[in-house]
């Protein structure tokens, strides 16, 4: 189904559709700009925001973040992102990747000790005296944008990205390394990931239980222990979320939505809508 989102990135999954490359930046991104956008904001590509300064707190995908700069934060193609605070003295560079680019960077860092460290860390303080690598980082990458006649731009971007994790980045997870995940801790984990991925066509319990090997009963009680929620009311977050950006960001109608979420009707999607949020779907888009 062809949608965009008013408040989207608007980057394809193929970023050389939109620019002609897989790597994009923009930098000085100030405070107008992410007021603007004081709802969800759908990433359709991968995207490391670097917070240099200011305080902003924002919900990525459900989870509430109060950040301060500087700062690392790292969004996943199809995650949610929700500013709900912007200081005026907020200051960041953004750079995007193409699911081929972030792929190739994969591989890159595959037998790197903080990988997974990583990924369970979206948001991660930078120390202070790295600002002025992260600012040559930004530098050296537009440098290599700008030169058009490279046929080799793309490696030439990746390879400086790999060199910067290697030589500085790396120093930011270290303070996680020695955190033990439970088994409980690694099941929520990957109940999450699932959930985010097929939220849209699995709404009950049983298909991620399978997924997992484990009982519902045991899955949804280890998630409640984790993250205070049961495996049931996250899968009903992600869901709502999802409506919300596409009732007040997207061209589709109700009965589209209801149709891209996978309800069997418009009513029951309705009913499911407003049971959760107070609110019909119409009455959602229509509100301020």
């Known amino acids: ?11 394809p999954q193929e970023l050389s559709a939109f620019i002609g490359q897989e790597f994009w930046i923009l930098e000085d991104i100030g405070p107008d700009m992410l007021t603007s956008l004081m709802d969800p904001v759908k990433f359709s590509a991968n995207s490391w925001i670097f917070v240099y300064q200011g305080n902003c707190e924002a919900d990525l995908n459900l989870i509430n973040y109060k950040i301060s700069g500087p700062t690392l934060v790292m969004v996943e193609s199809s995650q949610i992102l929700y500013p709900r605070f912007v200081s005026r003295d907020f200051k960041a560079s953004i750079m995007v990747m193409s699911k081929t680019f972030r792929d190739n960077l994969a591989l890159f860092l595959a037998n790197l000790p903080i990988s997974p460290i990583m990924s369970r860390h979206a948001v991660t303080a930078i120390d202070s005296e790295a600002l002025s690598e992260v600012s ?3 530098g050296d990458c537009g440098s290599i944008l700008a030169d058009k006649e490279n046929p080799y731009q793309a490696q030439a971007l990746l390879f400086r990205l790999v060199t910067f994790i290697y030589s500085t980045a790396y120093r930011w997870f270290l303070p996680y390394m020695e955190e033990i995940v439970s ?11 699932l959930a985010q991925r097929h939220f849209r066509q699995h709404r009950f319990l049983d298909f991620y239980a399978r997924k997992l090997e484990v009982s519902p009963k045991h899955l949804s009680r280890t998630v409640k222990a984790q993250t205070g929620y049961t495996a049931v009311e996250w899968i009903e977050k992600f869901v709502i979320l999802e409506a919300k ?17 996978n309800f069997a009707s418009q009513s029951f999607f309705g009913k499911y809508f407003k049971k959760l949020t107070g609110m019909s779907p119409k009455e959602f888009r229509n509100s301020q």
């Open 1 to 11: 189904m062809d949608y965009s989102y008013k408040y989207n990135l608007n980057l």
């Open 136 to 138: 040559k980082l930004f």
């Open 183 to 193: 088994n409980q801790g690694r099941m929520s984990d990957q109940f999450m990931m």
């Open 245 to 261: 950006v596409l009732l007040k960001s997207s061209n589709l109608n109700i009965q589209q939505i209801s149709d891209e979420l």
